[in-house]
C-alpha cells in the first residue's frame, strides 16, 4: 500500500502561480511512478503530468506543458506540481498517484484525497 496526501491548493488570481505537494508513505517511494491529474465539477478526471521512479523523465498532458512542472524529491518522499501562469480553466480538485508500473498517464494504483486549487479571473 501507498498512502498520498496532497497539500498546496488554495485560490490564487489568475497568472499566478502556486506548487503542490504530494507526500507519500508505506511502499519504497523511489519504486513508484508518480503522476497528477485533476478533475474540475462536472468533468472527468484529467491527467496532467507523470514522472518516472528516477526523476529522469516526464511527461505532460498538452493542456499544461510549458506552465506545470513535475518533479520529486525520492529523499524526501514527495512529488511537487509547480503551476504557473494560472488560469480560471485551471480550476479543480488536484490529485496525485502512485503505480508500479512505467510512469504514464494511466493504470495508477494509488490516489491521494486531493486538494483544491481555485482560480479567480
Known amino acids: 500500500q501507498v498512502q498520498l496526501v496532497e497539500s498546496g491548493g488554495g485560490l490564487v488570481q489568475a497568472g499566478g502561480s502556486l506548487r503542490l505537494s504530494c507526500a507519500a508513505s508505506?511502499?519504497?517511494?523511489?519504486?513508484?511512478?508518480m503522476g497528477w491529474f485533476r478533475q474540475a465539477p462536472g468533468k472527468e478526471r484529467e491527467f496532467l503530468a507523470a514522472i518516472s521512479r528516477s526523476g529522469g523523465s516526464t511527461y505532460y498532458a498538452d493542456s499544461v506543458k510549458g506552465r506545470f512542472t513535475i518533479s520529486r524529491d525520492n529523499a524526501k518522499n514527495t512529488v511537487l506540481l509547480q503551476m504557473n501562469s494560472l488560469k480560471p480553466e485551471d480550476t479543480a480538485v488536484y490529485y496525485c498517484?502512485?503505480?508500479?508500473?512505467?510512469?504514464?498517464?494511466?493504470?495508477?494504483?494509488?490516489w491521494g484525497q486531493g486538494t483544491q486549487v481555485t482560480v479567480s479571473s
Open positions: 508505506g511502499r519504497t517511494f523511489s519504486a513508484q511512478a
Open positions: 498517484a502512485a503505480k508500479t508500473t512505467n510512469y504514464g498517464s494511466f493504470g495508477y494504483d494509488y
